[in-house]
């Protein structure tokens, strides 16, 4: 390990230590909005583990993370909540590897277009299944796991992905999603098996945005397909992993804190404006800052180094 | 013929819908041998390059490298045994330095080069094509005839068994050319086997051992560069019949 990434290991340990302490504050009001952070900076930051390096841009969170909280919704009665957090990381990872396989071949656009669409057909066929089992519309998720236990979850599972993100960066594969985003042309005759290194990769955000909801279901207590299979999530983290810089994996977390911190006063105060606000960022985003803070911050670190 | 048959193309076909580009190819290049694959704009050559690289997949006929079949097989699998090539039109990796659009022809290639072994063996190659010291350039701020010294290098690290170089020549200027004819001859020095496709008659006649001319998609003539370029075919395929 070099001198810097001694440091950044530092830094980030004192960050997660400084951000498990959040729920000893017992402020009700942190807690939620750490929640709400941590789930963020777990799902940005897998989706651009994907997404950053090839530019194929999934709007399919919302899909794997809807099955991890109906995995947990129609197990918890059943079987042990650990359990069921593996089952549907093999769900997640099962599904993302069938819709890597049949999509991935497909480049730009229509990529897109598939995987907002999964979302929606998972969201039809759990409706569907439930009205043809003549059971409500939703499912009750009671539990003893308390917000805090939730929040600590996330803060691990996050770390999980930044280590991986780390040791995928410094491998064959990053190098590899890396040339497959500059030219895939380069990439193919260059010898590399660009249908596996993307599929595997999306399998890895698949899965972690499927036990992200997982870990979320307790929270709900009640949840429906229109809350677990919503489209606005699988936005909310695609903006905020631009706000913060797809190409970097530090990126997207210095996109979700000040995107939720003022996302939270957004919905508080215009609660029926929420999509145009939404809008209104995506076009000042992609517009202003097309490489994301990040992208900022690099360039200003590049322009000081210049001046001496 | 002395040398080992590095490269033998059997009666290979590929049509696009009803457009026969490439018709019953037949030919063969040995291990050291270089080769120009040439005719007029539309002949099938880039065609024929692309069916060897494995980026277009041939209709019929065979393909074998040292002996192993490769027809039909992936790019990216062809790539692994041992064949590398340069574009028609220079293809950069724009987001990335000199040296790591260097590293990118080595690590999955036919040799999967890492850490220290990757990074000298791509310093040697930008050295030998004339961009010692440039590694920290990025792409973006290096002239043509650079962007294509460095897809030469990318190409060369992998230490490829065959190397196809698609009018890696083209859009040279005179001098830029000397220098790349001359490039391409130490390559040749080195012994590498090496497929051209190009229209500079200076290179082709300085640089191949052997030519094989194509006119729509079919061989029509094959030997020394004097002898087809004397043929009375190929002078009919290129400046039409009353030259001949």
Redesign the interface.
């Known amino acids: 390990m070099t001198g810097a990434e001694v440091r950044n290991f530092a830094v980030a340990i004192v960050l997660f230590a400084l951000a498990a302490l959040i729920p000893l504050t017992g402020s009700g009001y942190w807690l939620s909005i750490g929640v709400s952070i941590a789930t963020y900076m777990v799902l940005s930051t897998s989706w651009a583990l994907f997404s950053g390096p090839t530019h194929y841009i999934s709007l399919a969170t919302g899909a794997f993370y809807g099955i991890g909280m109906y995995v947990v919704g129609l197990g918890i009665e059943i079987l042990p909540y650990p359990v069921l957090l593996l089952i549907a990381a093999v769900l997640g990872a099962a599904l993302a590897a069938l819709v890597g396989l049949a999509t991935l071949r497909l480049s730009g656009v229509y990529f897109v277009i598939f995987t907002l669409g999964l979302a929606e057909l998972i969201r039809q066929l759990v409706n569907w299944g439930q009205t043809t089992q003549g059971s409500s519309s939703g499912l009750y998720v009671l539990t003893d796991i308390s917000e805090p236990m939730i929040y600590w979850q996330l803060l691990g599972l996050g770390a999980i992905v930044y280590l991986l993100g780390w040791w995928i960066n410094r491998s064959r594969l990053g190098f590899a999603l890396r040339i497959i985003g500059n030219d895939e042309v380069v990439a193919v005759h260059s010898g590399i098996n660009t249908a596996s290194a993307k599929i595997i990769l999306f399998v890895v955000s698949g899965t972690v945005a499927t036990v992200t909801g997982a870990l979320l279901a307790p929270r709900l207590s009640y949840i429906e397909s229109s809350i677990a299979f919503s489209p606005m999530l699988s936005f909310l983290v695609v903006i905020m992993a631009l706000l913060g810089g797809a190409h970097r994996l530090w990126g997207p977390i210095i996109g979700v804190v000040p995107f939720m911190l003022v996302w939270d006063l957004v919905t508080a105060k215009f609660p029926n404006q929420t999509t145009l606000v939404l809008g209104i960022c995506f076009l000042l985003i992609v517009y202003a800052i097309p490489h994301g803070l990040a992208g900022l911050v690099e360039k200003y670190r590049a322009r000081a180094r210049g001046a001496f | 013929m002395a040398g080992r048959s590095a490269l033998l193309v059997e009666n290979v076909s590929k049509n696009f819908g009803g457009l026969i580009a490439v018709d019953a190819m037949t030919f063969e290049i040995e291990e050291h041998e270089v080769l120009g694959l040439i005719g007029p704009n539309g002949s099938g050559k880039t065609t024929m390059m692309n069916l060897v ?3 277009l997949k041939l209709n019929s006929g065979r393909i074998r490298l040292f002996g192993g079949d490769i027809s039909g097989l ?4 062809i ?2 045994h041992g064949v ?2 340069t ?1 028609q039109l220079v ?6 330095t000199a040296r790591e659009n260097v ?3 080595g ?4 040799r ?1 080069l ?1 850490g220290r072994d990757l990074e000298e063996n791509a310093e040697a190659m930008l050295e030998k094509v004339g961009l010692g010291g440039a590694g920290s350039t990025p792409v973006s701020a290096m002239t043509y005839i650079d962007q294509k010294r460095l897809e030469l290098a ?1 190409a060369l690290v ?1 230490d490829p068994k065959l190397l196809l170089l698609d009018e890696w020549l083209a859009g040279l200027n005179p001098s830029e050319l000397r220098i790349g004819i001359d490039l391409i001859n130490s390559l040749r020095g080195e012994g590498r086997t090496i497929i051209v496709v190009e229209h500079v008659m200076d290179a082709i006649r300085s640089l191949c051992d052997r030519c094989v001319v194509m006119n729509s998609g079919a061989k029509i003539a094959e030997g020394t560069p004097q002898e087809v370029l004397a043929d009375e075919e190929v002078i009919r395929a290129y400046l039409g019949d009353h030259h001949a």
């Open positions: 690289s494995g980026a992936a790019a990216n699998r790539a692994r590398a090539r574009f293809r950069m990796l724009p987001s990335m590293f990118a022809g690590v999955f290639g036919h999967r890492w990318r992998s």
